[in-house]
């Protein structure tokens, strides 16, 4: 979902924002406005999700976009 550069992280707008937004349910010009996220809901950490994904079918890539994605999740949801 973003990247590393110059010892700083780097959102990728077009692909993260919206992920962002849909998280938290806040309009993406939030976040344009603001670098501080909404605090998370303790009882929504708490939900499985509903939705299944076959492993299986995903590239290594997407795996490890999907592990990545999952690691930022968890540090905004620690802070």
């Known amino acids: 979902m973003s990247s590393i550069e110059n010892g700083k992280r780097k959102v990728d707008a077009e692909r993260d ?3 962002l ?3 938290y349910g806040k309009p993406i010009d939030y976040f344009y406005e ?3 996220l909404p ?3 303790p009882a929504s950490t708490k939900i499985q999700s ?3 994904v076959d492993l299986e ?3 290594q890539r997407d795996k ?3 592990a990545a994605a999952e690691l930022i999740h ?3 949801q620690e802070t």
């Open 17 to 19: 924002l919206p992920a």
């Open 21 to 23: 937004a849909a998280i």
């Open 34 to 36: 603001t670098l501080d």
């Open 39 to 41: 605090p998370a809901d």
């Open 50 to 52: 509903v939705i299944t």
């Open 57 to 59: 079918a995903l590239t």
């Open 64 to 66: 490890l976009e999907l």
């Open 74 to 76: 968890n540090v905004l």
